[in-house]
């Protein structure tokens, strides 16, 4: 099972961005997913999580401007970027929770110039 990260690049502060992971392999059941994030010389933090069922969490630091989704059939989750702030630059990292067991996408880096 992999989970490859889609979607990153350089915004304007204000503007908007939508971030995509894909999970692949041999996939019988998918739990949580989640998207985290890690600026320079800071810890890895959470964005945001989103259960099977559709219910999503936020970061308070995100929370009015990102948007978590998941498409069950494909084996996705989506992080829309919106109003998006210097502070969001990172590189973004999607996580799941797949046939029981965690797994970590490759990490896709967002710039956002002020």
């Known amino acids: 099972v992999q989970l490859q990260a889609f979607g990153g690049g350089l915004v304007q502060a204000g503007g908007s961005l939508t971030l995509s992971c894909a999970a692949s392999?041999?996939?019988?059941?998918?739990?949580?997913m989640a998207w985290y994030r890690q600026a320079a010389g800071k810890q890895r933090e959470l964005v945001a999580t989103i259960t099977t069922g559709g219910r999503a969490d936020y970061a308070d630091s995100v929370k009015g401007r990102f948007t978590i989704s998941r498409d069950n059939a494909k084996n996705t989750v989506y992080l829309q970027m919106n109003s998006l702030k210097s502070e969001d630059t990172a590189v973004y990292y999607c996580y799941g929770v797949i046939n029981r067991y965690s797994y970590w996408g490759q990490g896709t880096e967002v710039t956002v110039s002020s």
């Open positions: 392999g041999n996939i019988f059941s998918t739990n949580a």
